[in-house]
């Protein structure tokens, strides 16, 4: 069976990133979770602290190890011999963005092959930027996320309560 890398910034990881890197697992011999760089976006947590959040939600799946990279998708799927790219699609809107990603991907490395899994009905709505906006006003994210990971999180992305008189 080939190998997989299965993208993303996980920022942080959820309940969605997980069902989608277990269901991977079953399907390929080996998954490499790859935490990427995204210049367009401003990360909550570091690149360390998603690894390493990854690997806690990730424990037991023997054939899912987590790595990083600042550079080509397509660049790291040929360094470490992977033959496909796992991404999962909630909507639509997902698979038209990921659609010109993996013709794009496709173009620079032929042999790669994308491969999308849809989500499950109960993470459909669920994404990294939701738990932080819930998080943030202090929202219950149990539903959201890896229980392993529930107070990480909130007590990361929780703000502090407004001063009488303050608006944000």
Excluded at 30 to 37: A, D, F, K, M, T
Excluded at 66 to 88: M, S, T, W
Excluded at 132 to 143: M, P
């Amino acid at each position: 069976m080939p190998i997989a890398v299965c993208p993303g910034s996980f920022d942080p990881v959820t309940k969605g990133h997980l069902d989608i890197i277990k269901r991977a697992s079953v399907l390929f011999e080996e998954v490499i979770v790859l935490v990427v760089v995204n210049v367009d976006k401003r990360c909550s947590f570091s690149l360390e602290e998603r690894c390493e959040m990854i690997r806690q939600a990730a424990a037991g799946m023997e054939n899912v190890r987590v790595d990083h990279y600042d550079g080509l998708l397509v660049d790291y799927v040929r360094r470490v011999g992977a033959q496909a790219i796992v991404k999962g699609l909630r909507a639509m809107s997902d698979f038209e963005y990921e659609f010109q990603m993996a013709l794009t991907n496709k173009k620079l490395l032929p042999y790669a092959e994308t491969v999308f899994l849809t989500t499950s009905a109960e993470n459909m709505y669920v994404s990294s930027s939701l738990v932080r906006q819930v998080a943030g006003f202090g929202g219950d994210i149990r539903d959201l996320v890896p229980g392993c990971l529930v107070k990480t999180i909130a007590k990361r992305l929780q703000r502090p309560p407004l001063a009488d008189g303050d608006k944000r």
